[in-house]
């Protein structure tokens, strides 16, 4: 009877250590798996912010380039107006210059001819 009920504590010991183990290794896979699953949100988050900054670096390069070609293209059509109206001056200018000599030489003749009927 005694070997009886020391073969059934027995018994009942190794379940009891079995059970222990059982959750032991579940518990151990469930921290696992939530350290897994920590690790892998990290990951997720660093990489959604490394694809937010990169195409906000990209949207901000793109919006200055955009405004230095306006610029310069603002700042080549000024010069060329510039350089139009000082080309229209110039002329203005030499047909002025132009007229005035001629009305000189016109002046002359007709005082040489005036000159020339005395």
Do not use: C, G, M, V
Not at 92 to 114: D, H, M, P
């Amino acid at each position: 009877q005694q070997a009886q009920a020391e073969e059934t504590t027995r018994k009942q010991q190794q379940l009891e250590a079995e059970e222990a183990t059982r959750k032991q290794q579940q518990a151990q896979e469930e921290a696992t798996r939530k350290q897994q699953q920590l690790e892998a949100e990290e990951a997720t988050r660093k990489q959604q912010q490394l694809e937010a900054e990169e195409a906000t670096r990209k949207q901000q390069q793109l919006e200055a380039e955009e405004a230095t070609r306006k610029q310069q293209q603002l700042e080549a059509e000024e010069a060329t107006r510039k350089q139009q109206q000082a080309q229209e001056e110039a002329t203005r200018k030499q047909q002025r210059k132009q007229q005035q000599a001629q009305a000189e030489e016109a002046t002359r003749k007709q005082q040489q001819l005036e000159a020339e009927e005395a």
